[in-house]
C-alpha cells in the first residue's frame, strides 16, 4: 500500500505540474460544455419557403398568408417561374417551392377542383419530410375552411373525425437543451478520460522513465492503480464542474437523484480509463496511442445515440452499440436526469459497465510488462 | 531544390516506415465512412411503442394493426394501465405510447367523435416530434379511408415532389458531412503532430540548423500527407458510391480538386497547431478540442445553422468544413457545376493561404 502511496503522489505531481494538463482538463470542457449545447439544435423550423404564385388570386393569397403565419415557414422569395424557384434551391435559398398554377381559384371553385405543386429539397430527408408534411396540414385545412364556405352545413354529412390528443412526458417544452447538455456532458469525460490514459503510459515509454519503474519493486496491479486513480478523481472533479454548469447555464436539475449519477459515472470511469491505458500498453509512440483512442472514442461517441437515435441504426449497427460503453452512459444520463430513473430502472446498464471494467483493466494489467 | 526534395523523402520515410500509423491513416477513414454512413441517421424506422387499449374493437384493432404495418413503428407492449407508461418510459426502449379511450368504436361511429391520445417520451425531442407525426398521419389516414365512399366538393390536390433524394435517405446529408470530418481531422491532427513530435524528440534541431528555409520545411512536412489524403479521397468516393450508394451526381474532377484544396486547408490548420504546441500530448488535444466538434457541429450535416444563437452562426463561417460540405452537397448530390461553389471555393483558397503563411510567419528558427 506504501508503494501505491508514492506512486499516487507522483502521478498527482506530474499532473498538477503541467499547465496545459489543467487547461486541458477543465477549461476546454467548460467552453465546450457552454458553446456545444446552443450549436446543437435540431428541431425543424424556418423552413424557407420560395413560391410560384401564377393565379395572383384572392385564394391564392389567404394560402400564402396561412402557410407564412403558421410559425414553420419563412417566406423566402416569390419567384416568376418554376426554374427560378429551383435555383434558389440549388442555391440554398430555398427548401421548399409551392407552385400555385394558374386559374387556381376558379378550378376550385369551378370544378370543384385544384391542384398544387409541392417540390422539397429532399437531401435532408427529415427536413423535407416534415417540412411537407406540415405545409399538407395547411392546406388541407384551408381546404376545408373553403368547403365550409361554399356549402352549406345541412347538406355537409358530418364525418367521423379523430381527435389526436398530444402530451408530451418529461420535457413538455421540447428543450433540446435538457436532451443534448447530458449527453455531451459524457462525451467530454469519455474523450478527456480515455486519451489522458492512453497516452500516460506511452509517455513513459517514449521519454524512457519507464525503465526506471521497470527496474523497481512496483507490483504490475499497483503500477496500472497508480495511474488509474489520478485520472479517476480528476475526472469526477470535471463531472462535478460539469453538473453544476448543467445546473446553473442550463437550469437542468436532474430528476432522479445525483448519487445514481455519482455511482454510475465512478463505475463507467473505471471502463473508459481501462480502456486508455490499455491501449497504452500496446501503443509504442504517443501518436500511435492518441490516434487509436481518438478513432474508438469518436466510433464510440458517435454511434452511442449521442447525436443521430441508435434506433434508426440498421441491426448490425445496434449489435455494435451494445459493446460500446459510452451508450450506456449516455442512456442513463437521460434517464436519470430527464425520467428521474432509479438504480433498478439501470441495472442493465451497470453490469454492463462493469463488465467493460473489469475487462479492460485487467487486460492492461496482464499486458502491461515489465520487460521491453 | 534537390535539398527539398530529400527533405520530402525523409517526412515520406517517417510515414511510411511507421507502419502502424500508416495502416491507421488508411483503415481509419474507410471504417469511419462505411460505419457512419450506415449507422448515422435520424430516419426513424421500426421504432418500439406501446399500447394502451382500453376498448378493444375493430377500430382500435384496425389502427393498431395500421401503425403495425408502416416502417416507422413497431407495437412491441401491450400496456393494462396508465401507470405501465411512466414505468416503460423509464426503462427506456420505448418512446410513444397511445392510448385508446373506453368505447372508441361507438363514440367514433354514432357521435362521430372519438380520441386517440399519443403520449410521448419527449426527452428527445425531436425523436418525439417525428413520431408523434408519423402517428398522426396514420391515424389520419384510417379517418379519411373511413370517408372514402364519399366524394366531397371543393377539393384541392397536392403534387408533392422530393428532388434530389426522393427515398428521403439520410445517406445523402451525411456522407459529404463525413467526407468533411474525417479529411479535417486526419490532415489537421497528423500534420500538427508529425512538426512538434521533432520538437518533443530534439530532431528539429537538426532541420533547424540546415540550410532549408522554414517555407520550404513546412511544405515538405504537408506533402507525404497531402499523398495519404488524396489517397484517401479517393477511398471515400468510391465507397460511398459502390457502398453507400450515394450518387456523384456533378463533375468528378471538380470534386477531387475541391476535396485536394480542403486537405491544404486542414494541413495549413496542422501546421499552424503544431507551431504553438510544445508537446505532442498538447497539439493532439488543441487539434481534437478545436477541429473534432467544431467539425462536426458547424459543417451543418447534423445540425442546422440557422437554427443556432445569432454569435454561433457567425463563427461557423470561419469552420472551413462548413464551406466544404456546401461545395460537396452541391456538387455531389445536386449535380451543380462550378458557377454554383465558386464563392465556397473562394473562401477555402483565402482561408488557406492566411493560415499557410501565418504558420510560416510564426514557425521559430530558434529553439527557446
Known amino acids: 500500500m506504501r508503494v501505491l502511496k508514492f506512486l499516487l503522489q507522483k502521478e498527482f505531481r506530474q499532473i498538477l505540474r503541467d499547465p496545459s494538463i489543467f487547461r486541458i482538463l477543465f477549461i476546454a470542457p467548460m467552453i465546450q460544455l457552454l458553446i456545444l449545447p446552443l450549436a446543437a439544435d435540431y428541431q425543424i423550423k424556418n423552413i424557407n419557403l420560395s413560391v410560384v404564385d401564377h393565379d395572383h388570386s384572392q385564394y391564392s393569397q389567404i394560402l400564402i398568408n396561412k402557410i407564412v403565419s403558421s410559425g414553420y415557414f419563412r417566406l423566402k422569395d416569390y419567384s416568376a417561374t418554376f426554374p427560378q424557384a429551383m435555383h434558389s434551391i440549388e442555391l440554398d435559398k430555398a427548401d421548399l417551392v409551392l407552385e400555385i398554377p394558374i386559374h387556381f381559384q376558379r378550378d376550385l371553385v369551378k370544378d370543384n377542383k385544384a391542384n398544387l405543386f409541392i417540390a422539397a429539397n429532399a437531401i435532408n430527408g427529415i427536413k423535407a419530410g416534415l417540412g411537407s408534411a406540415y405545409i399538407q396540414q395547411i392546406i388541407q385545412n384551408y381546404n376545408q375552411t373553403v368547403r365550409m364556405q361554399w356549402v352549406q352545413f345541412p347538406r355537409f354529412d358530418p364525418q367521423p373525425t379523430i381527435d389526436v390528443e398530444y402530451s408530451d412526458w418529461y420535457n413538455p417544452n421540447m428543450n433540446y437543451q435538457y436532451f443534448m447538455v447530458p449527453g455531451i456532458l459524457v462525451m467530454l469525460l469519455t474523450i478527456i478520460g480515455s486519451n489522458f490514459a492512453a497516452l500516460n503510459i506511452v509517455k513513459e515509454k517514449e521519454l524512457g522513465t519507464i525503465e526506471q519503474i521497470n527496474v523497481s519493486p512496483i507490483k504490475k496491479t499497483y503500477f496500472i492503480l497508480g495511474k488509474l486513480i489520478p485520472f479517476w478523481i480528476l475526472a469526477l472533479v470535471v463531472l462535478t464542474f460539469g453538473l453544476v454548469i448543467a445546473y446553473v447555464v442550463y437550469g437542468i436539475v436532474p430528476l432522479g437523484s445525483y448519487l445514481t449519477i455519482y455511482i454510475f459515472s465512478a463505475i463507467y470511469l473505471l471502463a473508459v480509463l481501462g480502456l486508455g491505458l490499455l491501449l497504452s500498453t500496446y501503443a509504442q509512440t504517443q501518436q500511435q496511442s492518441f490516434l487509436v483512442a481518438f478513432f474508438i472514442t469518436m466510433i464510440f461517441n458517435l454511434m452511442s445515440g449521442l447525436f443521430t437515435p441508435i434506433e434508426s441504426m440498421p441491426h448490425w449497427a445496434q449489435v455494435i452499440t451494445w459493446f460500446n460503453p459510452v451508450t450506456y452512459f449516455i442512456e442513463v444520463m437521460r434517464m436519470v436526469i430527464l425520467k428521474g430513473s432509479v438504480l433498478a430502472d439501470i441495472k442493465t446498464q451497470i453490469f454492463a459497465v462493469l463488465g467493460f471494467a473489469v475487462f479492460f483493466n485487467g487486460w492492461a494489467i496482464l499486458n502491461y510488462r515489465k520487460r521491453s | ?368
Open chain 2, 1 to 368: 531544390m534537390k535539398q527539398f526534395f530529400i527533405f520530402v523523402k525523409k517526412e515520406w520515410l517517417h510515414i511510411w516506415r511507421d507502419r502502424r500509423t500508416l495502416f491507421n491513416l488508411i483503415w481509419m477513414p474507410i471504417v469511419q465512412i462505411i460505419l457512419y454512413g450506415f449507422a448515422l441517421t435520424n430516419e426513424v424506422k421500426n421504432s418500439e411503442i406501446a399500447v394502451f387499449d382500453q376498448s378493444h374493437d375493430n377500430a382500435t384493432t384496425a389502427i393498431i394493426q395500421e401503425i403495425n404495418a408502416s416502417r416507422y413503428f413497431e407495437v412491441s407492449q401491450y400496456l393494462h394501465s396508465y401507470k405501465e407508461i411512466g414505468a416503460t418510459f423509464r426503462k427506456g426502449k420505448i418512446s410513444l405510447a397511445i392510448v385508446f379511450p373506453e368505447n372508441f368504436q361507438d363514440n367514433l361511429l354514432h357521435n362521430n367523435y372519438a380520441q386517440i391520445q399519443l403520449i410521448a417520451d419527449a426527452s428527445d425531442p425531436n425523436t418525439a416530434n417525428t413520431l408523434t407525426n408519423y402517428a398522426t398521419a396514420i391515424i389520419h389516414d384510417y379517418q379519411q379511408s373511413l370517408n372514402q365512399n364519399k366524394d366531397l366538393p371543393y377539393t384541392i390536390k397536392t403534387q408533392l415532389r422530393m428532388l434530389y433524394n426522393p427515398e428521403l435517405k439520410s445517406a445523402y446529408s451525411f456522407v459529404p458531412g463525413v467526407m468533411a470530418l474525417v479529411l479535417m481531422l486526419v490532415c489537421a491532427m497528423m500534420t500538427s503532430i508529425a512538426i512538434v513530435r521533432e520538437k518533443e524528440l530534439g530532431t528539429m534541431e537538426v532541420i533547424l540548423v540546415s540550410p532549408l528555409k522554414p517555407f520550404h520545411i513546412i511544405i515538405a512536412k504537408t506533402i507525404p500527407y497531402l499523398a495519404v489524403s488524396i489517397f484517401n479521397i479517393a477511398c471515400i468516393l468510391l465507397l460511398s458510391v459502390y457502398v453507400l450508394n450515394v450518387p456523384i451526381n456533378g463533375s468528378l474532377l471538380l470534386l477531387v480538386l475541391e476535396s485536394i484544396l480542403f486537405t491544404i486547408t486542414a494541413l495549413s490548420i496542422g501546421i499552424l497547431i503544431s507551431n504553438a504546441a510544445k508537446t505532442q500530448q498538447a497539439a493532439m488535444f488543441t487539434s481534437l478540442l478545436s477541429l473534432f466538434l467544431p467539425t462536426l457541429l458547424f459543417s451543418g450535416f447534423l445540425f442546422p445553422i440557422e437554427n443556432m444563437p445569432l454569435p454561433l452562426q457567425i463563427i461557423s463561417n470561419i469552420v472551413p468544413a462548413k464551406w466544404y460540405y456546401i461545395i460537396v452537397e452541391s456538387v455531389m448530390i445536386k449535380g451543380l457545376g462550378f458557377w454554383a461553389v465558386w464563392k465556397e471555393t473562394l473562401i477555402l483558397v483565402i482561408m488557406t493561404l492566411f493560415l499557410l503563411g501565418l504558420s510560416i510567419r510564426n514557425f521559430k528558427i530558434r529553439l527557446a
